[in-house]
């Protein structure tokens, strides 16, 4: 269908769960000690070398990638490295389930860790 070429390579089923339940499940490595409480000093920037990095991560085990997106009143965390609308990748301890499209959102709780 014209006009969703964006969400061809959704897969399915959908998985829905909380900020923290993402934190809880899938254990976002650390970062830099620096970055201040942008998702508790785990999230890596889109572009320069965290992003290599993150590439280097995704080429051997993309399941363990996820990409933090931000539109309008809504952040989320999603499985896979997507390229458009991010605002930086979260590298996890516990990989994602194989054929599962997971979304992490909980605005309150994701606007306080954005929160300067």
């Not at 829905?16 to 508790?40: C, H, K, M, V």
């Not at 996820?66 to 930086?88: A, F, P």
């Amino acid at each position: 269908m014209k006009g969703f070429e964006l969400f061809e390579d959704i897969k399915s089923p959908l998985r829905t769960l909380t900020i923290s339940d993402f934190f809880a499940t899938f254990r976002p490595i650390e970062n830099l000690p620096d970055q201040g409480d942008l998702l508790q000093g785990r999230l890596f920037a889109a572009g320069g070398l965290d992003e290599s990095y993150v590439r280097k991560i995704h080429a051997t085990s993309p399941l363990r990638v996820w990409t933090v997106t931000h539109s309008d009143d809504m952040t989320m965390i999603t499985n896979g490295m997507l390229t458009g609308y991010r605002v930086g990748y979260l590298i996890t301890e516990v990989p994602a389930e194989e054929g599962i499209t997971y979304e992490a959102l909980d605005p309150d709780e994701l606007f306080y860790h954005f929160e300067t």
